[in-house]
Structures are given as structure tokens and as C-alpha cells.
Nanobody, 121 residues
């Protein structure tokens, strides 16, 4: 049974920072593309950042230069370091794991339960 457990969300003032973590179990972590997505109220879920098993990354334009995704294969965990947070970053952040053979569609993988990030102005 796949489990993705996020942590690290919370309330922060604009300009502040947070680090999210997602621990995965029940999967061969080193074979999965891992990602962070977010969904704000009334909006669709969107990609924030993804990282391949080899460590290649891609980011949404809105977070480039402010967010960094990383993974620790020995701990089956990914991280999202967020700096210079803005009110528009407020959303529920979801962890995603999808096998590298199906990486074209994150919905073919598994999702965590989400963690709330709220940035006050």
C-alpha cells in the first residue's frame, strides 16, 4: 500500500520561508518521479516542482528562483524548500509519486493527503 505523508505546512508572513517534507512508503522510491503540486481555493491543482530519480528538476515559472525541490533516496523522502513566500503561494500542497514509466501523467501515480500553506500579507 502506497503512502505519502506530507509535513511542514503552516502559516507564515510574506517574505518568509517554509520547508515541506514528504515521506513515501510502499513504493520503490528510486524508480519514481516525485513532485509537489498545489491547489488554491477555486483553482485547479497545478505543478509546483518535480524531481526525477536521477535528480533532474523542473519548476513552475511562478516559483523559479524561490523554491527548491530535493530528494533523499536513502530516506524515501522529498523536500520543498520555499523562500520569499508570497500570499499567492497560499494553497494546499500535495506530494505525488509516479513510476518513471508513467511520468507523463501524475494521476497515474499516488497522492498524499496534502498540507496547508498560508502566507499572510
Amino acid at each position: 500500500q502506497v503512502q505519502l505523508v506530507e509535513s511542514g505546512g503552516g502559516l507564515v508572513q510574506a517574505g518568509g520561508s517554509l520547508r515541506l517534507s514528504c515521506h513515501a512508503s510502499g513504493i520503490m522510491f528510486s524508480m519514481h518521479v516525485m513532485g509537489w503540486y498545489r491547489q488554491a481555493p477555486g483553482k485547479q491543482r497545478e505543478l509546483v516542482a518535480r524531481i526525477t530519480p536521477g535528480g533532474s528538476t523542473n519548476y513552475a515559472d511562478s516559483v523559479k528562483g524561490r523554491f527548491t525541490i530535493s530528494r533523499d533516496n536513502s530516506k524515501s523522502t522529498i523536500y520543498l524548500q520555499m523562500f520569499m513566500l508570497k500570499p499567492e503561494d497560499t494553497a494546499v500542497y500535495y506530494c505525488n509519486a509516479v513510476h518513471m514509466s508513467k511520468a507523463h501523467d501524475p494521476n497515474l501515480g499516488s497522492w498524499g493527503q496534502g498540507t496547508q500553506v498560508t502566507v499572510s500579507s
